[in-house]
């Protein structure tokens, strides 16, 4: 793996990550691999698993320890502290999130700074992969990131990839993040990502995963105090028998907070694509604003495209609305182009432009990143029925 900005990176020694490792064993022993019957998990083919071809043993998980001593970096020994106490309350208790934290040979922490940043990993290679990283942007500093993670290998095996992302926005920060993910056609990913929104922040978040066979991505975003405001969106271009899971949640903890889930996605061939959206609203909060909306759109009769709404709403000041669409191209729109001279695959490929075209022209990166985006799911798309 690699860095663009190394200056901005610190990896934790051996002996403060081993120490932290140690401290989580008591819940890691207490997880098991997930079953087909869990709910989170019943579209995922998680029991056909081969995981002797993934050359992963579930029962046989060891202490990651880094054989690298580098601190790129000064950080405060309070904001470590801080780092790791969030690590441990907002990790979610899901057996690939802490396989992360117990099996990833380092954690990488990176101090975010003012302006934009680029930052790219590439994993090579059959062997199963496990990371941590976390993106800390301190209290009142504006940044926008793009992260980029790429796989690649040479044999035809199926292989595997599992990681732990944190976002953290700390009071008054204002954090746009744009996640390219571009796996090659073999790979299981299994994902989790936590975004951490303190008082008055502002975090959006911008998910574009491409390619892979099978994966599995939980996203929990915390608006940990007031003022705080949370937006995801992205789009999911999928082709041949790739399967992508989505499970997205926002947890609203404090009064006068904002939240928005707004994701797409493409599927042609034989692909299927879940999206289940998740708000949690507890008691007694104030002045809390939810919205929710996944909309797909299915190029093939043999592709499947499924969203899930879900909501807990357990206060009454709020303001939330939900939606979902799941359908084909529109006939009228498509004999209307045809109508106007353009060819049945001119038309077509107008339409789905269209379609994600809003998403990522709403992204605040340059419109260089966007055409390469636009670029990305044109190519998976292509010879799509």
């Known amino acids: 793996m690699n860095s663009s900005l190394t200056r901005n990176r610190l990896v934790l020694t051996k002996d403060r990550s081993t120490s932290f490792r140690k401290s989580l064993l008591e819940i890691w022993n207490q997880l098991e691999l997930p079953k087909d019957s869990d709910e989170a998990w019943r579209k995922f083919p998680i029991g056909s698993v081969d995981w002797k071809e993934l050359q992963f043993d579930p029962q046989e998980v060891r202490l990651g320890a880094s054989e690298e001593d580098t601190n ?61 990283r976390i993106f800390y942007l301190p209290k009142g500093k504006t940044a926008k990131t793009e992260i980029q993670f790429k796989t690649a290998h040479d044999s035809e095996d199926l292989h595997m990839s599992s990681s732990l992302d944190f976002y953290m926005a700390e009071d008054g920060a204002y954090l746009e993040i744009l996640d390219r993910e571009s796996s090659d056609l073999d790979l299981y990913r299994f994902r989790n990502v936590c ?47 790739n399967l992508k899971d989505l499970d997205m949640e926002m947890y609203h903890h404090a009064d006068h907070t904002t939240s928005k889930i707004s994701y797409k996605s493409i599927v042609t061939d034989k692909s299927h694509h879940i999206f289940t959206g998740n708000l949690n609203i507890p008691p007694n909060l104030k002045k809390v604003t939810a919205h929710q909306e996944s909309f797909n759109l299915s190029l093939n009769k043999k592709a499947r495209a499924e969203a899930n709404p879900k ?57 260089e990143v966007k055409l390469s985006l636009e670029s990305e799911i044109k190519e998976i798309l292509i010879g799509g029925k």
């Open 72 to 132: 790129d970096q000064t950080l405060a020994e309070e904001t470590i502290e801080t780092i790791f106490t969030n690590l441990l309350k907002y990790t979610p208790k899901d057996y690939f999130a802490f396989l992360n934290l117990v099996a990833a040979p380092n954690y990488e922490i990176i101090l975010l700074e003012e302006g934009e940043s680029l930052f790219r990993y590439e994993e090579e290679g059959d062997r199963p992969k496990h990371s941590v």
């Open 195 to 241: 975004i951490l929104g303190f008082s008055d922040s502002h975090v959006k978040y911008h998910h574009y995963p491409m390619g892979g066979f099978r994966s599995k991505l939980f996203l929990h975003a915390h608006l940990l105090g007031k003022g705080a405001d949370v937006t995801v969106d992205g789009v999911s271009a999928l082709s041949g028998r």
């Open 311 to 367: 909501l807990e709403v357990l206060a009454e000041d709020v303001s939330c609305t939900h939606g979902a669409t799941v359908g084909d191209i529109d006939e009228e729109q498509y004999f209307y182009l045809l109508s106007r001279g353009l060819t049945p695959e001119e038309s077509k490929a107008l339409l789905v432009t269209a379609f994600y075209g809003e998403t990522i022209h709403s992204i605040g990166f340059s419109e």
